[in-house]
């Protein structure tokens, strides 16, 4: 598989995490999350998760599981966040390695191809879902209040993958998602 496959995320919502609705998780087959955590759902500056991810997140684990899978290796950080959704975590997981994440899908006891790996870079999140056989769903950034939405960082990621064959197409459409790989 090139390069530019592995970048190439199954789906690209347009908005944060909190755009993954019940309906779309259905649409798609998906019986797992494993979910990044900083810029995914934190900035990387706070320790805390914002209380609108709360109702989002109990309407999503009436129906499936749930896993925080994050490279950071600062354990305590990652830790209160995990406690405070009151989700399982793995904190240094050194994506885009395999292994962490092996980990998480192996504790849902599902299929790899049934759980998403959902997060907002590609180099990490996406390339190591890919890796593993995972759908995987490329996220904006939780915007909080004075938070900046983007990094220079992201755009060359989102330009190097597009030299390296990945079609991505972000935020500026009317759809609330938009699906890659079709007919793939």
Not at 2 to 14: E, H, M, N, R, Y
Not at 44 to 49: G, P
Not at 50 to 55: H, N, V
Request: proline residues 6%; glycine residues 8%.
């Amino acid at each position: 598989m090139t390069l530019g496959k592995l970048l190439q995320p199954d789906l690209i919502v347009q908005g944060s995490v909190l755009r993954l609705t019940p309906a779309l998780l259905q649409q798609y087959q998906l019986q797992g999350l494993v979910l990044d955590v900083d810029e995914t759902l934190v900035p990387m500056h706070l320790d805390e998760a914002a209380t609108e991810l709360l109702p989002w997140l109990a309407e999503i684990r009436q129906r499936i599981p749930v896993w925080l899978v994050s490279n950071n290796i600062r354990q305590g950080r990652i830790g209160r966040i995990a406690q405070s959704l009151d989700l399982p975590y793995i904190a240094g997981a050194g994506k885009p390695s395999r292994r962490k994440l092996r980990q998480a899908v192996a504790a849902m006891n599902l299929p790899a191809e049934r759980v998403a790996m959902v997060g907002d870079r590609l180099f990490t999140d996406v390339l190591a879902g890919n890796r593993l056989g995972m759908f995987t769903i490329l996220v904006e950034p939780m915007v909080y209040e004075n938070h900046q939405r983007r990094s220079p960082f992201f755009t060359f990621e989102v330009w190097l993958s597009r030299v390296l064959g990945a079609s991505l197409v972000f935020p500026g459409a009317n759809s609330v998602c938009s699906q890659e790989n079709q007919g793939d």
